[in-house]
Antibody, heavy 117, light 108 residues
Framework: EVQLVESGGDWVHPGGSLRLSCAAS????????VHWVRQPTGKGLEWVSA???????YYSDSVRGRFTISRENAKNSFYLQMNSLRAGDTAEYYC???????????WGRGTIVTVSS | EIVMTQSPATLSVSPGERATLSCRAS??????LAWYQQKPGQAPRLLIY???TRAAGIPARFSATGSGTEFTLTISSLQSEDFAVYYC??????????FGQGTKVDIK
């Protein structure tokens, strides 16, 4: 079965750090671009970060300089290192995949990040 | 940056009726437009890609069309499982990958 499974969500103080993981299975992971998309409770979807198959990285303006995306093809996994967290980063974080100029066809179930004092 | 605007914010429809959702772009797009469905407590699911192609396993009651700045998702006869939030997304001129703000389809 093709799937993505997130982990690592937690409650953290403002200014703190957290690392999210996304484990892929059922497909050739190295052939796909990977994404993080977040959704505050009751709000819409916001694309956060992406990494291409060649290691190219992309970030939204709201997280650039604070978040770092990475991948380990040998482990069929990718990650989101989140530093200097703010209350506005509180959301459910989804991982997703795409290929080049294609839609996000597989999504994980999400992991919740809460930033609060 | 391209801005995607969906309307209406909420659409109240009776089961069996047709629902028409709109997605408008701030500039003219190519066909790289997708629609996603999200039910409460679930991840988004790809419904439509390339403006009008149904994803695997999506029922034929879902159809979509559009060009330029105007795109439409139609659900021909709403079933109980179709009440959800629907998002459009443009995936060509990235980054960023832009989503609309969503249309909630609820029971009238």
């Amino acid at each position: 079965e093709v799937q993505l499974v997130e982990s690592g969500g937690d409650w953290v103080h403002p200014g703190g750090s957290l690392r999210l993981s996304c484990a892929a299975s059922g497909f050739t992971f190295s052939l796909y671009d990977v994404h993080w998309v977040r959704q505050p409770t009751g709000k819409g979807l916001e694309w956060v970060s992406a990494m291409g198959t060649a290691g190219d990285t992309y970030y939204s303006d709201s997280v650039r300089g604070r978040f770092t995306i990475s991948r380990e093809n040998a482990k069929n996994s990718f990650y989101l290192q989140m530093n200097s967290l703010r209350a506005g980063d509180t959301a459910e974080y989804y991982c997703a995949r795409s290929r080049g100029y294609e839609a996000f066809d597989i999504w994980g179930r999400g992991t919740i990040v809460t930033v609060s004092s | 940056e391209i801005v995607m605007t969906q309307s209406p914010a909420t659409l109240s429809v009776s089961p069996g009726e047709r629902a028409t959702l709109s997605c408008r772009a701030s500039q003219s797009l190519n066909s790289n437009l997708a629609w996603y469905q999200q039910k409460p407590g679930q991840a988004p699911r790809l419904l439509i890609y390339d403006t009008s192609t149904r994803a695997a396993g999506i029922p034929a009651r879902f159809s979509a069309t559009g060009s330029g700045t105007e795109f439409t998702l139609t659900i021909s006869s709403l079933q109980s499982e179709d009440f959800a939030v629907y998002y459009c997304q443009y995936y060509n001129n990235w980054p960023p990958w832009t989503f609309g703000q969503g249309t909630k389809v609820d029971i009238k």
